[in-house]
């Protein structure tokens, strides 16, 4: 049964940060690009970053680069998203994903978690 199970969520002020985690199961983790969704309120699910089956790239999108970090733990079956300096905007349900691309293209995943909320105030 293939499960992907995130933590790491809650409430986090302006400019803090937050490490969000992936527990994999089911499936051959190493044989799938890892990626991040998250989803604002009133707004359609958007990619955030994405680490290839070895973890030697990632990808993350414009908003987020150089303040959030996204790794994997082949051994563990774990991937992290690392949040730093966050912003409201980043407020959002966050989800990993098991894909078959070095894409955030959502149709190119097949496997996702029921996702964490992430809720950046003061």
């Known amino acids: 049964q293939v499960q992907l199970v995130e933590s790491g969520g809650g409430l986090v002020q302006p400019g803090g940060s937050l490490r969000l985690s992936c527990a994999a199961s089911?499936?051959?983790?190493?044989?799938?690009?890892m990626g991040w969704f998250r989803q604002a309120p009133g707004k359609e699910r958007e990619g955030v970053a994405y680490?290839?089956?070895?973890?030697?790239?990632?990808y993350s999108i414009g908003s987020v680069r150089g303040r959030f970090t996204i790794s994997r733990d082949n051994a563990e079956n774990m991937v992290y998203l690392q949040m730093k300096t966050v912003k409201p905007e980043d407020t959002a349900v966050y989800y990993c994903?098991?894909?078959?691309?070095?894409?955030?293209?959502?149709?190119?995943?097949?496997?996702w978690g029921q996702g964490t909320q992430v809720t950046v105030s003061s």
């Open positions: 994903a098991a894909g078959s691309d070095n894409s955030l293209q959502e149709v190119r995943y097949s496997y």
């Open positions: 089911g499936f051959i983790f190493q044989h799938y690009v």
């Open positions: 680490v290839t089956r070895n973890g030697a790239e990632s």
